[in-house]
């Protein structure tokens, strides 16, 4: 059939080689998500777009099925899987691709030795949370409630106090010998004490090594033009009120150690969504305040998929699959994956 197995990937799953067809907007944010993300087994190697549309993805789009039906588009859809060693089809459905043509297309691309998945819209919606089940001829998808009270969640809260308490123990040496490089090396307080918000919008104080200059907050008004990610958020890659040490502690991830002490008090987690500035949450949309339903973490999926590399549209995405889809094993997997992201420095400054 042409298809061919790659080498390990996406968290010791088997990659797929994967053919995303589909209308043009469908497989353009299919095809930016998985191509954006390493948390899964899937490659993208083309595209084929149904109609005339342009796609703005940068994959090779060795043809096209029609608006509508005209021959055979399983055979179209073989022949470009064949040329590019596909071993997946990935179907977006819509208007012009749903219902008796996409059972068409299925039909063929089965009896052509191909596999199919079939793009839900519910992007946001982890697998263990959705159970199908049939009814008239319909294929339902059932949407488990996300995790809000029960044994999980009073599990993560032992998990949460019983982990900041050794990690404070543990870590005592270096954080006072990071406490005394911060007094020495630039004048001002050792800690940096912000207001940040909370689970549902309550404020706390934050606690974190001081990496910037003393004056910091009142030179970001002037610094407004060289923000360099979209949204209420401010990254700025060479910001000048850091400090030399600061610059370090950022990229190691070592000045957030403190927010231990948070995790501690209950006003964090160890995991969860980045703790926000109340002036990013006035700024906030609806969709965007439900990042607010869980307690912010030290880390979380935005920790360990780039940070200040990922756009505001991405960050606030990985946190609402975080809120939704959230479970002690994922926790845990996300702790793991922290230390290899904190290692190579990826997307701290």
């Not at 298809?3 to 390990?8: D, E, G, Q, T, W």
């Not at 294929?139 to 106090?161: E, N």
């Not at 850091?242 to 995991?271: A, Y």
């Given at each position: 059939s042409g298809?061919?197995?790659?080498?390990?990937s996406g968290g010791g799953r088997t990659a797929r080689r994967v053919l995303v067809v589909g209308e043009a907007p469908g497989v353009d944010r299919a095809v930016r998500l998985l191509t954006s993300r390493e948390d899964h087994c899937y490659r993208v190697v083309a595209a084929l777009p149904v109609g005339t549309a342009a796609l703005s993805c940068e994959v090779p789009v060795p043809g096209r099925l029609a608006p509508v039906p005209e021959g055979d588009d399983a055979s179209t859809v073989l022949g470009a899987a064949f040329a590019h060693e596909a071993d997946l089809a990935l179907v977006v459905p819509g208007p012009e691709l749903a219902e008796e043509r996409l059972r068409?297309?299925?039909?063929?691309?089965?009896?052509?030795?191909?596999?199919?998945?079939?793009?839900?819209?519910?992007?946001?919606?982890a697998a263990d949370r959705i159970r199908p089940s049939s009814a008239a001829g319909l294929?339902?998808?059932?949407?488990?409630?996300?995790?809000?009270?029960?044994?999980?969640?009073?599990?993560?809260?032992?998990?949460?106090?019983a982990g900041a308490t050794c990690g404070l123990v543990a870590l005592a040496p270096l954080l006072l010998l990071i406490a005394v490089a911060?007094?020495?090396?630039?004048?001002?307080?050792?800690?940096?004490?912000?207001?940040?918000?909370?689970?549902h919008n309550h404020p706390f104080v934050m606690w974190k090594f001081r990496t910037m200059v003393v004056d910091a907050e009142r030179h970001k008004a002037g610094l407004a033009e060289a923000n360099e990610i979209e949204g209420p958020m401010f990254?700025?890659?060479?910001?000048?009120?850091?400090?030399?040490?600061?610059?370090?502690?950022?990229?190691?991830?070592?000045?957030?150690?403190?927010?231990?002490?948070?995790?501690?008090?209950?006003?964090?987690?160890?995991?969860?969504?980045?703790?926000p500035l109340p002036d990013e949450v006035s700024r906030y949309d609806e969709r965007e305040l439900r990042r607010l339903a869980v307690k912010p973490g030290l880390t979380g999926l935005w920790q360990v998929s780039g940070r200040s590399d990922l756009s505001w549209q991405e960050t606030v995405s990985l946190d609402l699959w975080y809120v939704d889809n959230w479970?002690?094993?994922?926790d845990m997997g996300l702790m793991a994956r922290t230390l290899r992201a904190v290692t190579d420095g990826r997307g701290a400054y």
């Open positions: 298809a061919r197995r790659l080498a390990r068409r297309l299925t039909w063929g691309l089965h009896d052509g030795g191909l596999e199919v998945s079939v793009l839900s819209h519910l992007s946001e919606t294929t339902l998808l059932h949407i488990v409630p996300p995790l809000r009270r029960g044994l999980q969640p009073a599990l993560k809260a032992a998990v949460d106090r911060v007094r020495f090396t630039s004048a001002g307080p050792v800690f940096h004490r912000q207001v940040r918000q909370g689970q990254k700025m890659r060479r910001d000048p009120r850091v400090t030399r040490l600061g610059r370090l502690l950022r990229r190691s991830s070592l000045d957030e150690l403190p927010q231990l002490i948070n995790v501690l008090k209950g006003d964090m987690s160890l995991v969860g969504p980045r703790p479970s002690v094993a994922t």
